[in-house]
């Protein structure tokens, strides 16, 4: 399993104040396997992303991605498993303004401490071209389309190999057919990268293209049959 969470649960305030947003999850999730997550707001969607992200270490429980426990690292140790194991898709694509789509890729590479070679290029290029923007490399994100800038965000997400992809609500700033066109195109790459994926939705129109459906309610998860 690419993914393991077991009883796991997150709890904000003290004493009569308590909210508790995930209450005894547990998960496993394979490599190569796109879950979606359905739930109200306030459900515990945000929060389940952020624990298993390595953003917010959870009250109690485990969490291990490939064969490594997030919960017992330290912060020093949780910045390098977010850069080497675990990719982000965002709402918003959170693209960095002044850069190519081919150099919000290569940005990666150099947040590894190294400079981009040839591989890293063609590696880039690769993922462009497999999320239809080959003809849009040089292009910034105030050049792009909604839709476009989060087909590079998802190439983004690809390009350091990793094993864990978590992606936050990526159809809610589209229209319905861009936004199943873009789950679509998750799943695929999920697929042909062997990645195991967790995607946050609201979108009840694309559960279909999902491996497996899990609601959250209350911060506790039920599994569902995909339609």
């Not at 426990?69 to 960095?96: C, H, P, W, Y």
């Not at 389309?145 to 998802?154: K, T, Y």
């Not at 873009?182 to 946050?200: D, F, G, K, P, S």
Request: hydrophobic fraction near 40%; charged fraction near 25%; aromatic fraction near 2%.
């Amino acid at each position: 399993m690419s993914l393991t969470a077991e009883n796991v649960s997150l709890v904000f305030g003290d004493g009569g104040e308590q909210v508790r947003a995930l209450d005894g999850v547990s998960i496993d999730l394979a490599a190569g396997q796109l879950m979606a997550v359905l739930g109200p707001s306030g459900a515990g969607k945000s929060s389940l992303l952020a624990v298993c992200g390595a953003l917010q270490s959870p009250s109690a429980g485990t969490i291990r991605v490939g064969d490594i426990d997030i919960t017992a690292a330290n912060r020093g140790e949780l910045t390098r498993i977010r850069r080497e194991k675990i990719g982000f898709v965002f709402q918003q694509s959170n693209l960095m303004a002044s850069l190519s789509a081919l150099d919000q890729l290569l940005l990666l590479v150099h947040m590894r401490g190294r400079r981009p070679g040839k591989a890293d290029r063609d590696r880039a290029e690769k993922l462009l071209d497999e999320v239809g923007m080959s003809h849009r490399l040089r292009h910034r994100p105030g050049e792009l389309s909604g839709g476009e800038r989060q087909r590079v965000g998802i190439a983004r997400a690809f390009m350091m190999n990793p094993e864990l992809l978590l992606v936050d609500e990526p159809t809610s700033m589209l229209d319905q057919q861009r936004g199943r066109q873009i789950v679509e195109l998750l799943v695929r790459e999920c697929h042909e990268y062997n990645v195991a994926t967790m995607m946050v939705t609201h979108d009840q129109n694309v559960l279909d293209c999902a491996d497996r459906v899990v609601d959250i309610s209350d911060g506790r998860l039920s599994e569902r049959t995909t339609a």
